[in-house]
């Protein structure tokens, strides 16, 4: 025992690339697995769009249905107000937001500002999974296209075709799964952060023309 650590202390280079080796099948297994989320969220986010998309936004429908929402609150009737809210349509948070209403019509304008940054919150959560490709996709791609390089030039040293050309193809096919998850994080990202502000706003709007 003392003398496999003393050997390892001697000799860093062999340990690290042991460790590497060791390491090269649980971070592909990662790096599968969040090309797996990258698809799950593609696929969500190509219904999100086409949705968002056949609904259309309309500033002039906020403002409908704020002023009715605005003649209930006035009339004393928070629940049919809040009914009212939860009939636009057009946003993923701005239903989000009009459901939660629904269930609790509360008005004051201190219950809404927390609505509001709670909204906010759900946001950024909501972003944090592509974010998170982002970043992490092109590590994982570039973690596993090294680890192979390794028995590569080994292969390249003893004149084994063989080994080269089958450590060469893992390293570069992992490298274009890598950036994939990358690049899917990054338009989703982009395009989501967009029209979730969008949504924000509208909410936003919609509460200055209750005036409350």
Do not use: C, W
Not at 7 to 21: F, G, N, S
Not at 29 to 37: C, G, S, T, Y
Not at 128 to 139: A, K, Q, Y
Request: aromatic content about 8%; charged content about 20%.
């Amino acid at each position: 025992m003392f003398q496999l650590i003393g050997h390892q202390l001697a000799h860093p280079e062999a340990a690290a690339y042991q460790i590497a080796t060791v390491l090269f099948y649980p971070i592909l297994l990662i790096e599968m697995a969040f090309l797996a989320v990258a698809a799950y969220e593609a696929g969500r986010f190509s219904i999100e769009m086409i949705t968002r998309f056949r609904r259309r936004r309309s500033v002039a429908e906020i403002e409908r249905v704020a002023a009715a929402a605005k003649s209930e609150l006035a009339a004393g009737l928070p629940a049919e107000a809040a009914a009212r809210f939860a009939e636009l349509r057009h946003g993923l948070f701005v239903e989000s937001f009009g459901r939660g209403l629904v269930k609790n019509p509360d008005f004051r304008h201190l219950s809404l500002m927390k609505r509001l940054a709670d909204l906010e919150f759900s946001v950024s959560k909501r972003l944090e999974r592509t974010r998170l490709m982002i970043r992490i996709g092109p590590i994982l791609g570039l973690m596993t296209t090294l680890i192979p390089i390794s028995p590569a030039l080994i292969g390249l040293a003893r004149g084994d075709v063989k080994a080269l050309s089958e450590n060469l193809i893992v390293a570069f096919s992992t490298t274009v799964v890598g950036l994939l998850i990358g690049a899917l994080g990054y338009v989703m990202t982009a395009v989501r952060d967009r029209v979730y502000a969008q949504d924000v706003s509208d909410v936003e709007y919609a509460l200055e023309m209750l005036e409350v």
